[in-house]
T-cell receptor, first 110, second 115 residues
Framework: QSALTQPPSASGSPGQSITISCTGT?????????VSWYQQHPGKAPRLMIY???QRPSGVPDRFSGSKSGNTASLTVSGLQVEDEADYYC??????????FGSGTTVSVL | QLVESGGALVQPGGSLRLSCAGS????????MSWVRQAPGKGLEWVAI????????FYVASVRGRFTISRDNAKNSLYLQLDGLRAEDTAIYYC??????????RGQGTLVTVSS
């Protein structure tokens, strides 16, 4: 199972919006809504930001939103803030009984 | 809160047992998983098990070498690592698994496989 495809990097100025894509196949992302997103700051554990394509766990700012179209899921960060500078990973369930992460995107706030 | 332990430097072919201690009742109500991250690399799912331990699944690269287990009475999750290889070098995170997503609440434990 290959990793999901993400752009290596993305950037924006404070207050702007950025969108990170995550491309899979019709056998995983295109088959169901079990897509999640994680934020990871250097030296820290990954933090769950989005689950089931667009659901936010308690405590995650509503600046973070998720969506999906076909085989591609997306994470949008609106009103970019300095503390949003981190690595972001998508993840999906891949039948049977397997999970695949994306290659990761480094977000820079200019 | 989850606290991982047991990571160490081990020689190729060696074994380790990782532990993850949970602090509340959410542990016994959750599927549990291990996720790892090699130095400078991305995240990789390793293993998952259901609430009572009757179902266990592994990524292909560790199947037959790693064993996931749990003790709900102790709010503890384990990962037995046998036949370790250099490519198993990573930080290992345990995670609550709900709604098809991973909730990592600890800092991980480092496993280094080297001679």
């Amino acid at each position: 199972q290959s990793a999901l495809t993400q752009p290596p990097s993305a950037s924006g100025s404070p207050g702007q919006s950025i969108t990170i894509s995550c491309t899979g196949t019709s056998s995983d992302i295109g088959r169901h809504d079990h897509v999640s997103w994680y934020q990871q700051h250097p030296g820290k554990a990954p933090r769950l930001m989005i689950y089931e394509v667009s659901q936010r766990p308690s405590g995650v700012p509503d600046r973070f939103s998720g969506s999906k179209s076909g085989n591609t899921a997306s994470l949008t960060v609106s009103g970019l803030q300095v503390e949003d500078e981190a690595d972001y990973y998508c993840c999906t369930y891949s039948h049977p009984s397997n999970y695949v992460f994306g290659s990761g995107t480094t977000v820079s706030v200019l | 809160q989850l606290v991982e332990s047991g990571g160490a430097l081990v020689q190729p072919g060696g074994s380790l047992r990782l532990s993850c201690a949970g602090s509340d009742s959410t542990f016994s109500r959750s599927w549990m998983s291990w996720v790892r991250q090699a130095p400078g690399k991305g995240l990789e799912w390793v293993a998952i098990m259901d609430r009572d331990g009757s179902s266990k699944f592994y990524v292909a690269s560790v199947r037959g070498r790693f064993t996931i287990s749990r003790d709900n009475a102790k709010n503890s999750l384990y990962l037995q690592l046998d036949g370790l290889r250099a490519e198993d070098t990573a930080i290992y995170y345990c995670a609550l698994h709900n709604d098809w997503a991973f909730d990592c609440r600890g800092q991980g434990t480092l496993v280094t496989v080297s001679s």
